[in-house]
């Protein structure tokens, strides 16, 4: 025996006999003998087939086929009609009723459980076609809702690439948590306790920042009754009103503000580099400052021993000059004393051009420093 179910009506119990006979063995039957009977009884039975009569007291089979088909929950069961009328006018009125097929009596038992099986085919290729269009729809309209979220997202991280200071990106975060309908607190920590906060309603209250501070050294994210705490390592935000009466939702939403997350931090770690190369170059440009102070000086210093030098250098010139004519010098000690001479000489002119060469590399390192990026 199938699964399915079948109603049979009709006022003459013989011919109700004789169907349920027929078609016991195969079907769940169950028989009314009127029209509001069947009105009534499709309610409870909820059969996945009718065979009708047309001609019955109260209401004909037609009007109550046209009352089946205008009944969301029994608009969809076939209807075969099961009459002595066979005109074809007569059989129009049974198509138009909303009938399935038409079947004269008397009946050919071939014939009526073909037809039967027939119209029970069709209707399962009818459920499994409206179940799957209506999963499709279901599926197309979370797609674009989803969309509509996860665009959400993607303008949170494009209009992060443009902010450049923490509290802007805390308040935008703000921003797009509320494009959700929800409430929130978000505080970005960075080094030496500096913390920068904002909230959906405005207000910053301190418990509720406490409570984040206590909450970041726990999980990732960590849900309690309808909050929900995001944890990372530079960024915290606590919703305060997860939509925890709608599961598939509260799914979806904790991924994108995950997202929302990892974007922020992103974006946090990038300002902290940027910082870094900012601190970076003002200690370069204090350096080259302070190269190119000391390399002034020590130019200054510089030609101030070579203008001592070259006096005292002359000084000894002179007096050379002087022993030579008023002394009596030998050959041999005037050699000796020219040769100490013209050494010293030489070895102030080294000294000059290592001080030069020191000059010139310090001018170079100056150069290097402010050049670069």
Same mark, same amino acid.
């Given at each position: 025996?199938?699964?399915?179910?079948?109603?049979?009506?009709?006022?003459?119990?013989?011919?109700?006999?004789?169907?349920?006979?027929?078609?016991?063995?195969?079907?769940?039957?169950?028989?009314?003998?009127?029209?509001?009977?069947?009105?009534?009884?499709?309610?409870?039975?909820?059969?996945?087939?009718?065979?009708?009569?047309?001609?019955?007291?109260?209401?004909?089979?037609?009007?109550?086929?046209?009352?089946?088909?205008?009944?969301?929950?029994?608009?969809?069961?076939?209807?075969?009609?099961?009459?002595?009328?066979?005109?074809?006018?007569?059989?129009?009125?049974?198509?138009?009723?909303?009938?399935?097929?038409?079947?004269?009596?008397?009946?050919?038992?071939?014939?009526?459980?073909?037809?039967?099986?027939?119209?029970?085919?069709?209707?399962?290729?009818?459920?499994?076609?409206?179940?799957?269009?209506?999963?499709?729809?279901?599926?197309?309209?979370?797609?674009?809702?989803?969309?509509?979220?996860?665009?959400?997202?993607?303008?949170?991280?494009?209009?992060?690439?443009?902010?450049?200071?923490?509290?802007?990106?805390?308040?935008?975060?703000?921003?797009?948590?509320?494009?959700?309908?929800?409430?929130?607190?978000?505080?970005?920590?960075?080094?030496?306790?500096?913390?920068?906060?904002?909230?959906?309603?405005?207000?910053?209250?301190?418990? *509720?920042?406490?409570? $984040? &501070? %206590?909450?970041?050294?726990? !999980? +990732?994210?960590?849900?309690?009754?309808?909050?929900? #705490?995001?944890?990372?390592?530079?960024?915290?935000?606590?919703?305060?009103?997860?939509?925890?009466?709608?599961?598939?939702?509260?799914?979806?939403?904790?991924?994108?503000?995950?997202?929302?997350?990892?974007?922020?931090?992103?974006?946090?770690?990038?300002?902290?580099?940027?910082?870094?190369?900012?601190?970076?170059?003002?200690?370069?440009?204090?350096?080259?400052?302070?190269?190119?102070?000391?390399?002034?000086?020590?130019?200054?210093?510089?030609?101030?021993?070579?203008?001592?030098?070259?006096?005292?250098?002359?000084?000894?010139?002179?007096?050379?000059?002087? *022993?030579?004519?008023? $002394? &009596? %010098?030998?050959?041999?000690? !005037? +050699?000796?004393?020219?040769?100490?001479?013209?050494? #010293?000489?030489?070895?102030?002119?080294?000294?000059?051009?290592?001080?030069?060469?020191?000059?010139?590399?310090?001018?170079?390192?100056?150069?290097?420093?402010?050049?670069?990026?």
């Amino acid at each position: 025996m199938s699964d399915y179910k079948i109603l049979i009506v009709d006022d003459e119990p013989l011919n109700l006999s004789i169907m349920e006979e027929l078609l016991h063995d195969r079907y769940h039957i169950s028989c009314c003998e009127s029209g509001y009977a069947c009105l009534e009884q499709t309610a409870t039975f909820e059969p996945d087939l009718i065979l009708m009569d047309v001609n019955m007291p109260g209401i004909t089979g037609l009007e109550t086929c046209q009352r089946l088909k205008q009944t969301l929950e029994t608009a969809n069961t076939p209807v075969i009609f099961v009459s002595a009328l066979t005109l074809p006018e007569e059989k129009m009125a049974g198509y138009q009723a909303g009938g399935e097929d038409y079947i004269p009596k008397p009946f050919d038992e071939e014939e009526l459980i073909t037809k039967i099986e027939l119209a029970l085919n069709n209707k399962k290729r009818l459920d499994e076609f409206q179940k799957s269009s209506s999963e499709a729809m279901h599926t197309a309209m979370i797609a674009m809702t989803n969309a509509g979220e996860i665009g959400t997202v993607l303008q949170f991280f494009r209009d992060s690439f443009t902010i450049h200071n923490y509290q802007a990106l805390a308040e935008r975060l703000v921003a797009a948590i509320r494009e959700y309908g929800l409430s929130c607190a978000v505080q970005i920590s960075l080094p030496e306790k500096r913390r920068y906060r904002a909230t959906s309603s405005g207000a910053i209250k301190p418990l *509720m920042f406490q409570a $984040l &501070e %206590l909450l970041q050294d726990g !999980e +990732r994210i960590f849900d309690f009754d309808y909050r929900t #705490a995001f944890n990372f390592h530079h960024v915290s935000f606590l919703i305060l009103n997860m939509p925890t009466h709608d599961m598939e939702y509260y799914g979806r939403l904790k991924d994108h503000l995950a997202l929302l997350g990892e974007g922020v931090q992103a974006a946090v770690e990038s300002l902290l580099v940027q910082e870094h190369e900012q601190q970076l170059g003002q200690q370069r440009q204090q350096t080259s400052a302070s190269l190119s102070e000391t390399l002034t000086l020590f130019e200054q210093r510089q030609r101030e021993s070579q203008y001592a030098t070259t006096n005292i250098m002359h000084t000894v010139q002179n007096e050379v000059e002087y *022993m030579y004519n008023h $002394l &009596e %010098l030998t050959e041999a000690q !005037e +050699r000796y004393l020219t040769a100490v001479i013209d050494r #010293a000489s030489q070895e102030l002119e080294q000294l000059h051009d290592a001080q030069t060469k020191l000059g010139d590399h310090l001018q170079t390192i100056i150069q290097r420093l402010d050049t670069q990026p």
